[in-house]
């Protein structure tokens, strides 16, 4: 089980909750797992959208596993210049 | 093929070393081919007609007369642009901002264009063009657009991330926080608060080469163009998207680009210009002027940001707030919430929130500038750390050294931080002879820390040896500050050959799989990775062939200093077989060889740098010269060192100008004042110090080799280290960028409190 940290412009579609346990090995699961959940959150996914595995972002990598205990969080996907 | 990004710890031979760039000689002689430098048969002339208006209604537009005109063979307005992106109004806005739909949105809003034979014509033509505007109110400052009654931009827009989400339309986009902690309790555990408010104007990035294209697609569907981007292939698919092409069948090539910075990474006149190019049935070139490039293409933000920052007088921080507020011109964008992210980033705090607002204003889209929104955070948190630093009697490095973010600090965006630079770069510049070198009279030192995300992407690279021996590597990310030699650098380190062996060319479209756009300072991270990939997979063919050569197992070859050598005792008399000689049998040994390989590079280090300056301020005239500057970064590992440091220096001459001079001047009538660069000056060598820099290197635990993207950072702590600088020069504190001498003077004539500390 892993315990997600929303950043705040997530929270309001997990009913503001700031962290969310869902079961999940990879990063494409997780998502899948959060929409199914949270349908809402599909947009605010399909408008760009990072995970942080302890502390790493990836951004495209959806077959990235998250270990047991990680320390995962939901960020924006951010643009450069 | 091994994926394992895994930093190695690897020693070099190649790698590190500073050869001269492949693509010097061509552009010291004018050889090298820019945007505006192609053409082809039959070729018109594209102009495009701008919206004279802050914001207009459109009410009707007669092209006829400019159609009538001999030698006009096409005009286009949104009629020939049609709405394709079925409900995606992200897309939407890009095609609106190519070309007004019913609203001017800004001084310089395309609204129409034409194609003709040659220049004098198409001027002509677009002369003939009638638009009916109504014209309507507006607004250009981020802070009058937040008011009750401000001149509402995009009327559908409702301000995301509040809560109960709200039903009117409002010029705030967007609402995001970030951090953790209790900031109310840890102001009140603080010997000292300081509360303060900051202004950054719009600058733009500057780049010396206009935007310009040579667009032709034929009556097949088919189309090609050539264009100075900092992204070909996202080009390629969003032109294909606005236009409803097949993306196959548009082939894309990025020509030599002079300057980007972030504003080559969005479509402006491309889909235009392909639109011209359809219905005319003609190649179209566009090439922008000056004032199109201010006036509507993608500069920064202005912003208007307070900071409130408690610490006790032992020089912990105890909470640190912060709202910014960030003008995105008229369509909807993140800028604000960037600028939230990484405002605190450099600090390991407690308790710490930071208040992003997007808000839309009557100005032109904007774009990513180099670290995009990073800097004016820093700008206003950095000289409110220097104020707390002042208040409680500390050295300002001291102070931040005691407060910097480490290995386990969870970050103010969220996550907590792996092995990080900012430390580092914060004890160099304790040490650096730069801050005890004495200062003069009316002279200041000021020093700021800077951080920066960074990230990699998608990459596709093919490796292809020639049957001399010599190497083609074939990138997809556009070359904006000498990646191709360090990429050089990168195959040479892996085959074990000179560096002189490798040849290395930015593909077009048709010849690679996509490639994510060079932006987040991913050019040589990501493509650096596909190139160690592909470099090893044309390894494991040359083994195979030597194995094939030799009749030998290919488990006994092994490759070492760009030959294949085999390993067992038995094998002792075979002769060791190099790179020209397996390339020369490679016909008859299984044809071409080759290596390649597609990834997506995620992993990419975060980076943090810290500068110093000194200026000279003149209390009669407020003109301030910069007199000596340093920049520390962390680049993780620097594979071409010149390139490294010139992308420091770079991006501390553009945070000067931005600093010191340059402005986006809007008049009454919403209209920009400046739009060139007379009026709009960026600076020149005679305005510039040597700019010093000293590369540190903390090894990206995500990169094979360490490397951390070195491009964007730099331009973050200009900003706050001259801002700093200057208010202990002029002994006032400057909380406005540009610090131009009329500011500059006046702030001394104010006073701006006694004490600049506070």
Same mark, same amino acid.
Not at chain 2, 379 to 390: G, L, M
Not at chain 2, 577 to 588: D, F, K, M
């Given at each position: ?81 | ?24 000689? /061509? ?15 039959? +070729? ?17 537009? /007669? ?6 005109? $001999? ?10 642009? =049609? ?64 008011? =009750? ?184 964008? @993140? ?60 050295? #300002? ?81 556009? /070359? ?9 650098? @990168? ?6 050959? $000179? ?71 038995? &094998? ?14 490679? $016909? ?52 071409? #060192? ?26 009454? /009538?919403?209209?920009? +004042? ?28 995500? &990169? ?12 973050? =702590? ?17 909380? &406005? ?22």
């Amino acid at each position: 089980m892993i315990e997600v940290q929303l950043s705040a412009s997530l929270r309001e579609f997990a009913g503001g909750a700031a962290s969310v346990a869902v079961e999940a090995t990879t990063v494409r699961e997780l998502l899948r797992k959060l929409v199914e959940r949270y349908p809402r959150m599909q947009k605010r996914f399909d408008e760009g959208i990072a995970v942080s595995i302890n502390g790493e972002i990836f951004r495209d990598d959806r077959a990235q596993r998250i270990p047991e205990g990680a320390e995962v969080y939901l960020l924006p996907r951010i643009p450069g210049g | 093929m091994n994926h394992d990004q895994s930093f190695t710890n690897q020693e070099f031979k190649i790698v590190g070393t500073r050869p001269p760039r492949p693509d010097g000689v /061509d552009k010291v002689t004018g050889r090298a081919r820019y945007g505006a430098d192609v053409s082809a048969p039959g +070729q018109l002339v594209g102009l495009i007609l701008r919206s004279p208006h802050a914001h207009a209604k459109i009410k009707k537009i /007669d092209t006829s007369k400019a159609e009538k005109l $001999p030698g006009v063979k096409a005009v286009i307005t949104s009629a020939d642009l =049609p709405d394709l992106t079925k409900g995606d109004r992200s897309q939407l806005d890009i095609l609106e901002n190519c070309m007004a739909r019913g609203r001017a949105l800004y001084d310089g809003h395309a609204v129409a264009a034409v194609a003709a034979v040659d220049a004098e014509t198409a001027r002509k033509a677009l002369k003939l063009i009638k638009v009916d505007y109504q014209v309507l109110p507006h607004v250009t400052d981020v802070d009058e657009a937040m008011k =009750p009654g401000a001149p509402i931009v995009q009327p559908h827009v409702r301000t995301v991330g509040v809560n109960p989400a709200p039903t009117k339309a409002s010029n705030v986009s967007q609402r995001t926080e970030f951090g953790h902690g209790d900031v109310e309790a840890g102001f009140k555990r603080a010997d000292v608060i300081v509360e303060r408010s900051y202004k950054t104007e719009q600058t733009h990035q500057g780049y010396i080469e206009p935007h310009a294209c040579l667009a032709s697609v034929g009556p097949d569907g088919q189309g090609e163009l050539w264009v100075t981007t900092q992204g070909h292939f996202t080009f390629r698919n969003v032109c294909a998207s606005l236009l409803g092409m097949d993306v196959a069948k548009l082939k894309v090539t990025s020509s030599e680009i002079g300057g980007g910075f972030g504003g080559k990474t969005h479509v402006w006149m491309e889909p235009v210009a392909l639109a011209l190019s359809r219905k005319a049935n003609r190649p179209v070139k566009v090439v922008m002027t000056r004032e199109e490039v201010f006036r509507a293409t993608g500069p920064t933000c202005s912003t208007s940001i307070d900071v409130k920052i408690g610490a006790t007088k032992d020089g912990r921080i105890t909470a640190a707030r912060a709202e910014l507020r960030y003008q995105d011109g008229a369509f909807p964008s @993140i800028w604000g919430m960037l600028g939230a992210m990484t405002s605190f980033a450099c600090y390991d705090l407690e308790n710490v929130k930071a208040i992003g607002y997007d808000v839309l204003v009557n100005r032109p889209k904007v774009a990513a500038y180099r670290a995009p929104s990073a800097p004016m955070a820093a700008f206003a948190v950095e000289s409110t750390i220097d104020q707390v630093a002042v208040q409680i009697g500390m050295d #300002p490095v001291d102070f931040r050294i005691k407060n910097a973010a480490k290995e386990g600090t969870r970050a103010s965006y969220g996550p907590t931080y792996g092995p990080i630079g900012i430390g580092p770069t914060l004890l160099a510049a304790k040490n650096h002879p730069h801050m005890k070198a004495p200062l003069h009279k009316n002279q200041g030192r000021g020093m700021a820390c800077g951080f920066w995300f960074n990230f990699g992407g998608q990459t596709c690279t093919d490796l292809n040896i020639g049957v001399d021996g010599t190497v083609s590597l074939t990138v997809g990310t556009v /070359d904006v500050g000498g990646s191709r030699a360090s990429l050089s650098l @990168i195959a040479a380190e892996e085959l074990g050959i $000179p560096y002189e062996k490798v040849k290395c060319t930015v593909a077009d479209t048709a010849s690679l799989g996509h490639n994510d756009t060079t932006e987040g300072s991913r050019g040589t991270f990501s493509s650096g990775m596909a190139t160690i990939y592909a470099a090893r997979d044309a390894i494991r063919v040359l083994k195979e062939r030597a194995a094939k050569q030799w009749e030998i197992d290919v488990a006994d070859v092994t490759w070492r200093n760009g030959r294949a050598v085999a390993l067992k005792a038995e &094998h002792g008399n075979l002769s060791e077989l190099t790179l020209e000689e397996l390339a020369a049998a490679s $016909p008859r040994t299984g044809g071409p060889i080759a290596g390649h390989n597609e990834v997506v590079a995620d992993g990419a280090g975060v980076s943090f740098a810290t500068h110093i300056c000194d200026v000279e301020v003149d209390p009669e005239t407020g003109y301030t010269k910069v007199i000596r500057y340093t920049v520390i970064q962390d680049a993780g590992k620097a594979i071409h #060192p010149d390139y490294v440091e010139g992308q420091f220096q770079g991006a501390a001459a553009q945070g000067i100008g931005w600093a010191l001079n340059e402005e986006y001047v809007y008049g009454k /009538d919403g209209r920009l +004042q400046n739009p060139g660069f007379l009026d709009y000056r960026i600076p020149v060598c005679s305005d510039l110090p040597f700019i010093d820099t000293q590369i540190l290197e903390i090894p990206n635990p995500g &990169h094979p080799y360490g490397v951390r993207g070195v491009g964007e950072t730099s331009i973050v =702590p200009p900003l706050a280290a001259i801002a700093n600088a200057v208010s202990n020069a002029a002994g006032v504190r400057l909380t &406005h960028i540009p610090m131009s001498p009329p500011r500059i003077l006046n702030a001394i004539k104010n006073g701006n409190g006694k004490s600049h500390a506070a």
